[in-house]
């Protein structure tokens, strides 16, 4: 079972612990959301002012994390203990991964099969029901069950592919002949996945036709997502549930794709783009754009157009 205290977060955080209230000995033994929280519990409040102070002094948590510019009063860590930081969720998010995650050792699942000429790192966790082709996987990455690996597949350190994903499979490519007729295009390239990325249940990531498919560091990808053939997805973007690329998008670094997102194929987006829920991309982004809509347009630009339908169709 899970005991920390208020006194071992504070060394977790150093610095970042701009404040600490209360008897520092506090001892708990699970992470609790505010409201739903425990007095053997650690929470945390990303609320401001009055209303964050109204939420604390009613949780029972024994250790709440919350913003640094709060004034308590004696009262309010009697019974609790205050850390007090620049951004709670953020470091709620460190102490969880430091002390409330369990992390699964190396090694590979009876029922797992791994090809003779893969070269797989001896820390590499493979759960049940795998099949991991011959590919490269690099050290502390953790491969749950019912994962399909295909070769030319390059896998860097530290990546978590949950279960149900496929990687290196043949991108959607056919040509026409002159009857009409689909004939293959051969997919004889691979796919990258760089260090740090996590690909949640059900993530499809074609192989390249003839380049590679490549996912850049630190990039999450959320369930359910499709990522097709030479697609290029930049550094720490955060890809919401559901969301399709046709062949040949790239997408810059530090993105956030909202879920259900649909891309054109060859399509360019820069770095820091927003884009909202349920959009259709169908022409290049520049970088910094935050867009949103079907077709996808600029927000302010979208939110005009839908008041100007509004006032067109008289709806208050």
Same mark, same amino acid.
């Given at each position: 079972?899970?005991?920390?205290?208020?006194?071992?977060?504070?060394?977790?955080?150093?610095? @970042?612990?701009?404040?600490?209230?209360?008897?520092?000995?506090?001892?708990?033994?699970?992470?609790?959301?505010?409201?739903?929280?425990?007095?053997?519990?650690?929470?945390?409040?990303?609320?401001?002012?009055?209303? *964050?102070?109204?939420?604390? @002094?009613?949780?029972?948590?024994?250790?709440?994390?919350?913003?640094?510019?709060?004034?308590?009063?004696?009262?309010?860590?009697?019974?609790?203990?205050?850390?007090?930081?620049?951004?709670?969720?953020?470091?709620?998010?460190?102490?969880? $991964?430091?002390?409330?995650?369990?992390?699964?050792?190396?090694?590979?699942?009876?029922?797992?099969?791994?090809?003779?000429?893969?070269?797989?790192?001896?820390?590499?966790?493979?759960?049940?029901?795998?099949?991991?082709?011959?590919?490269?996987?690099?050290?502390?990455? #953790?491969?749950?069950? !019912?994962?399909?690996?295909?070769?030319?597949?390059? #896998?860097?350190?530290?990546?978590? #592919? !949950?279960?149900?994903?496929?990687?290196?499979?043949?991108?959607?490519?056919?040509?026409?002949?002159?009857?009409?007729?689909?004939?293959?295009?051969?997919?004889?390239?691979?796919?990258?996945?760089?260090?740090?990325?996590?690909?949640?249940?059900?993530?499809?990531?074609?192989?390249?036709?003839?380049?590679?498919?490549?996912?850049?560091?630190?990039?999450?990808?959320?369930?359910?997502?499709?990522?097709? !053939? $030479?697609?290029?997805?930049?550094? !720490?973007?955060? #890809?919401?549930?559901?969301?399709?690329?046709?062949?040949?998008?790239?997408?810059?670094?530090?993105?956030?794709?909202?879920?259900?997102? *649909?891309?054109?194929?060859?399509?360019?987006?820069?770095? @820091?783009?927003?884009?909202?829920?349920?959009?259709?991309?169908?022409?290049?982004?520049?970088?910094?754009?935050?867009?949103?809509?079907?077709? *996808?347009?600029?927000?302010?630009?979208?939110?005009?157009?839908?008041?100007?339908?509004?006032?067109?169709?008289?709806?208050?």
């Amino acid at each position: 079972m899970v005991s920390v205290t208020a006194e071992q977060i504070k060394r977790l955080l150093g610095e @970042r612990a701009l404040q600490v209230y209360g008897d520092q000995s506090r001892r708990v033994v699970t992470a609790r959301p505010l409201g739903e929280d425990t007095v053997d519990s650690i929470t945390y409040c990303a609320a401001k002012g009055d209303e *964050a102070l109204r939420k604390i @002094r009613k949780c029972e948590a024994g250790i709440v994390v919350c913003p640094f510019d709060l004034t308590f009063r004696p009262e309010d860590f009697s019974t609790r203990t205050l850390i007090q930081v620049k951004d709670p969720r953020l470091e709620f998010v460190r102490i969880l $991964n430091a002390f409330f995650v369990t992390t699964l050792g190396p090694g590979v699942h009876a029922t797992s099969v791994i090809h003779s000429k893969a070269k797989v790192d001896s820390s590499v966790h493979v759960g049940p029901f795998c099949y991991i082709d011959q590919c490269e996987i690099g050290e502390g990455t #953790i491969i749950y069950g !019912h994962v399909r690996i295909y070769d030319h597949v390059r #896998i860097g350190r530290r990546v978590v #592919i !949950h279960a149900g994903c496929v990687v290196g499979a043949d991108g959607f490519g056919f040509a026409r002949s002159e009857q009409g007729e689909l004939e293959k295009f051969p997919q004889v390239g691979g796919v990258i996945v760089e260090d740090d990325v996590e690909l949640q249940a059900g993530v499809h990531v074609a192989r390249g036709a003839l380049g590679d498919t490549r996912i850049g560091k630190g990039t999450k990808i959320d369930s359910g997502c499709h990522i097709a !053939h $030479n697609d290029v997805i930049g550094k !720490h973007c955060a #890809i919401a549930a559901h969301t399709m690329f046709a062949g040949s998008v790239k997408l810059g670094d530090y993105c956030y794709v909202g879920p259900l997102t *649909a891309f054109r194929d060859h399509i360019e987006v820069g770095d @820091r783009v927003t884009i909202g829920l349920a959009s259709v991309v169908t022409k290049d982004i520049p970088s910094g754009a935050s867009v949103m809509g079907a077709p *996808a347009r600029a927000v302010e630009e979208y939110k005009k157009m839908l008041s100007a339908v509004r006032s067109i169709a008289g709806i208050d």
